[in-house]
T-cell receptor, first 110, second 116 residues
Framework: KQEVTQIPAALSVPEGENLVLNCSFT??????LQWFRQDPGKGLTSLLL?????REQTSGRLNASLDKSSGRSTLYIAASQPGDSATYLC?????????FGAGTTVTVRA | SAVISQKPSRDICQRGTSLTIQCQVD?????MFWYRQQPGQSLTLIAT?????????ESGFVIDKFPISRPNLTFSTLTVSNMSPEDSSIYLC?????????????FGPGTRLTVT
């Protein structure tokens, strides 16, 4: 069974600081890995999708890396802003199923 | 990516009653998924719904409690039956992106259910 772990569980930083969010998974036989953002009480917004054959993906201030052999992914958010405050979820896909981590709750202080 | 809507966005229900949640997608999709997110927890897959066949339920979820319909390629419903306070959660539907986009999944805005 795939186990997905996200560290840290919570993070508070001053505005402008770079964010580093970690995700690890136990079974490296994945199809892809997806990072999501969730605002309180809301649905999930897809941020980045990395295929198993890729090493990283970038979108604006966001960059995600994937090391499939070691079962790790890292999401970097550059120059954080108060609007980045949310919970960030990592999900790995094997077959058609997504396995989610518990998330990292980020607070960016103005 | 697909645009997904859900109704209702939230509801407060009494124990013992049932609630049907609707999920509408703006394009035809083969697979639709229903997830539950209990307070303070991450997402758990309830079932996968394919058009024209019965839903496939994950361990711990049964059809009598969570009946699902999938009448066409753009619509699905999830019913939460005989509710108890433990069913208070956010329920989310998701779809797999169309082929050629790497198989990402995209989520609706969720239905926030409170059972009293």
């Amino acid at each position: 069974k795939q186990e997905v772990t996200q560290i840290p569980a919570a993070l508070s930083v001053p505005e402008g600081e770079n964010l580093v969010l970690n995700c690890s998974f136990t079974d490296s036989a994945i199809y892809n890995l997806q990072w999501f953002r969730q605002d309180p009480g809301k649905g999930l917004t897809s941020l980045l999708l990395i295929q198993s054959s890729q090493r990283e993906q970038t979108s604006g201030r966001l960059n995600a890396s994937l090391d499939k052999s070691s079962g790790r992914s890292t999401l970097y958010i550059a120059a954080s802003q108060p609007g980045d405050s949310a919970t960030y979820l990592c999900a790995v896909r094997a077959g058609y199923k997504l396995s989610f981590g518990a998330g990292t709750t980020v607070t960016v202080r103005a | 990516s697909a645009v997904i809507s859900q109704k209702p966005s939230r509801d407060i229900c009494q124990r013992g009653t049932s609630l049907t949640i609707q999920c509408q997608v703006d394009s035809q999709v083969t697979m639709m998924f229903w997830y539950r997110q209990q307070p303070g927890q991450s997402l758990t897959l309830i079932a996968t719904a394919n058009q024209g066949s019965e839903a496939t339920y994950e361990s711990g979820f049964v059809i009598d409690k969570f009946p699902i319909s999938r009448p066409n390629l753009t619509f699905s419903t999830l019913t939460v039956s005989n509710m108890s306070p433990e069913d208070s959660s956010i329920y989310l539907c998701s779809v797999e992106a169309s082929t050629g986009t790497g198989g990402g999944q995209y989520f609706g805005p969720g239905t926030r259910l409170t059972v009293t």
